[in-house]
């Protein structure tokens, strides 16, 4: 198929990339800033669009993985937006992690404009992204996510419709509120473990195969251990997603106190110098003398 893909960052990149290599589509590329887009383009080939609307004209499918919902409305409803080229029966697939509202909001402009509009978060992180073995949560049509999910398969291992415009944004916000809790129990885990004097390695490999086992010990633990944060998910993309959380359950009346706890946790790391350290950091929050919560 003829696709365009919108924003180039660490997920956007290695995805678009297994369109054009793994699919065999022919893929067109946009981003903010025009030599992160040439350069993709001398390593991958493909064409480079100057704006979002020159990425989506003529295409069958276009994909988009910016920032936040101020990005996604800015390359799709704003100026030179990718909306205004979307052909009739194509599908514009937004893989972008935002509130539940702006899909509802820009499902709703497409439909006036008779093409499809899918809200695909994803989940696996950046070596998801590079390795093709994403998991997506789509919300929309079942028709259009019929059309995209083909091309989507060239990055992910699973693709599941989840309900109307919106579902697939509510979906990862389940996703996020579960790991939250989940890397805080094992940061305070490995901090207890380095407290007592347990080899802390052993103690995860033995504990990785039981209950406790899970992807975050079986991927973070030992950088935990190591004290290494440098890569990864990002506390400042993490308290953006907890803020969408708690801001939507605010308003269908979910109790979030974990949550917002972490929340709370996550902004001292952000004061600590490590907004762009990996999620798993909470630990370091535990190890600084002084830190401030339930803990003491």
């Known amino acids: 198929m003829d696709i365009g893909f919108i924003g180039l960052g660490v997920m956007g990149a290695p995805m678009a990339a297994h369109l054009h290599h793994r699919g065999g589509h022919k893929v067109t590329v946009y981003n903010r800033s ?29 994909f988009a993985c910016v920032g936040n919902d101020d990005d996604v409305r800015a390359v799709t409803i704003g100026e030179d937006g990718a909306f205004a080229a979307m052909r009739k029966g194509s599908v514009f697939i937004d893989h972008t992690t935002t509130s539940a509202q ?35 949560m789509c919300g929309g049509e079942v028709e259009d996510v019929g059309k995209a999910e083909g091309a989507i398969a060239s990055y992910a291992r699973l693709c599941r419709h989840l309900g109307a415009a919106g579902s697939g944004q509510l979906a990862k916000m389940v996703n996020q509120l579960c790991i939250a809790g989940v890397v805080q129990g094992l940061a305070e885990g490995v901090h207890f473990a380095q407290r007592a004097g347990l080899p802390v390695e052993a103690v995860m490999e033995v504990l990785g ?49 974990l949550a917002a706890l972490v929340d709370e946790f996550y902004a001292e790391v ?11 950091s909470l ?11 339930i803990d003491g």
């Open 34 to 62: 025009p030599a992160k887009a040439a350069a993709w383009v001398d390593q991958h080939g493909g064409d480079v669009a100057r704006t979002p609307a020159d990425c989506a004209r003529g295409k069958d499918l276009v």
């Open 102 to 136: 702006v899909a509802r909001e820009l499902h709703a402009i497409a439909s006036e404009g008779g093409f499809g509009f899918i809200d695909a978060p994803v989940s696996g992180g950046q070596s998801g992204a590079e390795n093709g073995v994403l998991t997506v």
């Open 209 to 257: 195969k039981g209950a406790a086992g899970s992807w975050q010990m079986e991927n973070r633990a030992s950088t935990m251990q190591a004290g290494r944060y440098e890569f990864g998910f990002a506390v400042d993309w993490m308290r953006k997603d907890l803020g969408i959380c708690l801001a939507e359950g605010a308003r269908n009346g979910a109790r979030l106190p």
């Open 270 to 280: 952000q004061a600590m110098g490590g907004g762009r350290w990996d999620t798993s």
């Open 283 to 293: 630990l370091a929050r535990l190890n600084r003398e002084g830190a401030s919560g």
